[in-house]
């Protein structure tokens, strides 16, 4: 897991009633290996240490997955039966040999799965620190693995 | 079974450290006490407030849940039926207490509802107003109260 | 049983009540006709065409649906099947005639599968273009049509 740094600088024109210094879009990559078809990988360091590198002291981070058979999600990252429970029961739920899926690489499922719990999350950041509570972590769900997986950030 | 707004407590607490009138970013924090298990407590109002006294004329609202076992969505804001449905067809699909779950809190069914729904909501504001559609209101959605639970609020 | 682009008529329309070229937000509306209940349109286009135009070179391009019973999501643009198995798979799931639901007007199924799906999606962009992977596609996922149905489109 790396993460490549690409400084953007945006210079917002002078609005009268408001006033922009410099809003500083910075934008990076976090690339995620997956090893299993189905995971929940924990990516909340690599997007701290980000947010921490960027110099930006409060904003919002957006964080986006380029891919339609994996997900972003917000959860618990302390029992790891958290995990294992929430993709065995969508196991379960969307079964990948579902008898009316046609689509021909027959990963319908992580597709649906995918839609379900979302391609981005956003969480707003302060002095450096995500704003998590303290039971949050933020996972790459992967539905369809092992695959090398990339995960947009955008600060603002 | 209805699972109504009047039983639950909104609370708007202006926090000095969390406000931050540069005009670039403004964050506040809404508390809300829920008083059941499953509840889908409507926190527009207070949503409204904070974007009309902000002084921010436009720009993007986006509202995060610092916990893993609630959610947030923006659903009808008429019949109450919308919201008793849903809470009563997620508990059917997720049931508390599936076989397989091994979470030692006995709450995988929260943690999995929290996903599906998911951690946060934007929503673009105008002229001081969130620029919701004339059915949608916002919702906290409680999965495992009663509780008092936290939503920040970034508004850039 | 496809439930195809074909059919469905998207339009932009340069509202210049909401167009602000200020710098500091560009805010403008997608108008999507659906044709039939359940239908997934595809609308990568007519947002990739406003970001183009809106003279904004990197950011992050937020759409927000209006309305209760459809939802947006990211997903696969290339094989069909891909939408109707997603479609399906959720009207088995989440049937309409459900035998628990309340509601008047008969489609609690489109309001949950609405906020399962999200009201939302988020996607950074950079020198006037998406920053979508190569397979993803924006569809607004219509779960109780035919309507005409707003999408807003806000770029930071």
Same mark, same amino acid.
């Given at each position: ?14 609005? +009268? ?62 029992? +790891? ?7 065995? &029961?969508?196991?379960?739920?969307? +079964?990948?040999?579902?008898?009316? &899926?046609?689509? &021909? ?18 969480? +707003? ?17 992967? &539905? ?13």
């Amino acid at each position: 897991m790396h993460t490549d740094f690409c400084f953007s600088f945006v210079i917002i024109c002078v609005h +009268p009633w408001l006033i922009f210094l410099c809003s500083e879009i910075l934008m990076n990559i976090i690339k995620v290996n997956s090893v299993q078809r189905e995971e929940m990988i924990d990516i909340t360091r690599e997007v701290e240490y980000v947010v921490g590198e960027s110099g930006e002291k409060e904003g919002v981070c957006v964080l986006f997955t380029q891919h339609t058979t994996c997900g972003l999600t917000i959860n618990e990252n302390a029992d +790891p039966h958290v995990k294992s429970d929430m993709l065995g &029961f969508l196991r379960k739920l969307i +079964p990948q040999n579902y008898a009316d &899926f046609k689509h &021909f690489e027959h990963n319908s499922d992580s597709h649906i799965k995918s839609s379900l719990v979302g391609s981005s999350v956003t969480v +707003p950041f302060k002095n450096g620190k995500l704003l998590l509570g303290r039971w949050q972590g933020i996972y790459l769900c992967e &539905f369809d693995g092992a695959r090398e997986r990339k995960v947009l950030m955008a600060l603002r």
